[in-house]
């Protein structure tokens, strides 16, 4: 959380964000966001239905979700064949909708295109 910290001093204060963040990341609450969690696997089906501004993902949820024994081993193929997407995608820092703004060993952060474009331009 931590460093995170650094990376809101850009959002603007006059408006709430709705955060997406994996469930064993710690975002204490504030009136700054609303923050929503899935123990599901994630696609971008479910990104785009909720439309979050920020999204937070753990490194280590990539790995699991690409591993070849995740792919291999699925109980429902097409599903994980969608979140493999999704994940790979994230971990290529090609994130449909959204842009890169902040990455560690530990985790990423991606913001929406248009609330990047509207903060930082082009």
């Known amino acids: 959380y931590k460093e995170f910290e650094e990376v809101l001093p850009f959002l603007p204060e006059d408006r709430t964000y709705k955060i997406y963040k994996d469930v064993r990341l710690y975002l204490p609450g504030s009136?700054?966001?609303?923050?929503?969690?899935?123990?599901?696997?994630l696609d971008y089906g479910y990104f785009i239905e909720r439309s979050?501004?920020?999204?937070?993902?753990m490194q280590q949820r990539i790995y699991d979700?690409?591993?070849?024994?995740?792919?291999?081993n699925a109980i429902d193929p097409d599903k994980m064949q969608q979140s493999y997407k999704f994940y790979t995608d994230a971990n290529l820092e090609k994130l449909d909708g959204y842009t890169l703004v902040f990455r560690n060993d530990f985790g990423l952060v991606y913001i929406k295109e248009e609330l990047f474009t509207e903060l930082y331009g082009d």
Do not use: G, M, Q
């Not at 009136?31 to 696997?41: C, M, V, Y």
């Not at 979050?52 to 993902?57: C, G, N, Q, Y």
């Open 52 to 57: 979050p501004d920020l999204i937070l993902l």
């Open 65 to 72: 979700y690409t591993s070849d024994y995740a792919v291999e």
């Open 31 to 41: 009136e700054r966001w609303h923050t929503f969690s899935n123990f599901k696997t």
